[in-house]
């Protein structure tokens, strides 16, 4: 079965301190994962994508299949990284399976 | 630019009623989707159409079903809604084959219904 798990409903850190979203994944073939990422009062967005391999607005994800996880990494949070992410996963269908989702807090 | 519109921003419904959430996308996409998100559980998968009159039960279909009648246009309808229903719904909507592509899956802003 497919799954992904956000173990943390909240992160809190202070602006300018690393950041590390965790997301493990369940899947038995070669997923393709996802971050998407709501700030408040808009509407979900993509924020980047495994096989784009890119960082956007400072922030990187590697797929670790050996560990089955794919954490978003930030080195520097701004307050303005404050919003709910979510860690998304596409098997074989063509369909999205989310997780229960992190909320970020930057602190100033 | 992509354009997923949720006709709908907020609704409150009586136990009971029957409820169509109206969604309408402008790109010509093939998918549909729409989820429900609540605090604590994601988002959650209710029902997608893959092309018009065509639709699969996503992971919480019950006590919903869908319409597909226009390629643009994916309705979500409570036949009895109830107040566990109270959630908040998104729509959205990616081209056929989206996730091989480069492309991405676009969501509305959402739809805020509460069954009182």
């Known amino acids: 079965a497919q799954r992904v798990t956000q173990p943390e409903k909240l992160l809190s850190v202070f602006k300018g301190a690393p950041v590390e979203l965790k997301c493990n994944y369940s899947y038995s073939g070669s997923p393709e994962l996802f971050w998407y990422v709501q700030y408040s009062r808009q509407r979900l967005q993509l924020l980047l994508r495994h096989i784009s391999r890119e960082s956007i607005k400072g922030f990187t994800a590697d797929l670790n299949k050996g560990e089955t996880s794919f954490h978003l990494k930030k080195p520097f949070a701004q307050e303005e990284d404050s919003a709910m992410y979510y860690c998304a996963l596409s098997g074989a269908t063509n369909k999205l399976i989310f997780g229960t989702g992190t909320l970020l807090a930057v602190q100033p | 630019d992509v354009k997923v519109t949720q006709s709908s921003r907020y609704l409150v419904k009586r136990t009971g009623e029957k409820v169509f959430l109206e969604c309408v996308q402008d790109m010509d996409h093939e998918n549909m989707f729409w989820y429900r998100q609540d605090p604590g559980l994601g988002l959650r998968l209710i029902y997608f159409?893959?092309?018009?009159?065509?639709?699969e039960k996503g992971d919480i279909p019950e006590g919903y079903s869908v319409s597909r009648e226009k390629k643009e246009r994916f309705s979500l309808i409570l036949e009895s809604a109830s107040t566990n229903q109270t959630s908040m719904y998104l729509c959205a909507s990616s081209l056929r084959g989206f996730l091989r592509s480069g492309n991405t899956i676009y969501f509305g802003e959402g739809s805020w219904l509460t069954v009182v």
């Open positions: 159409s893959y092309d018009v009159k065509m639709k």
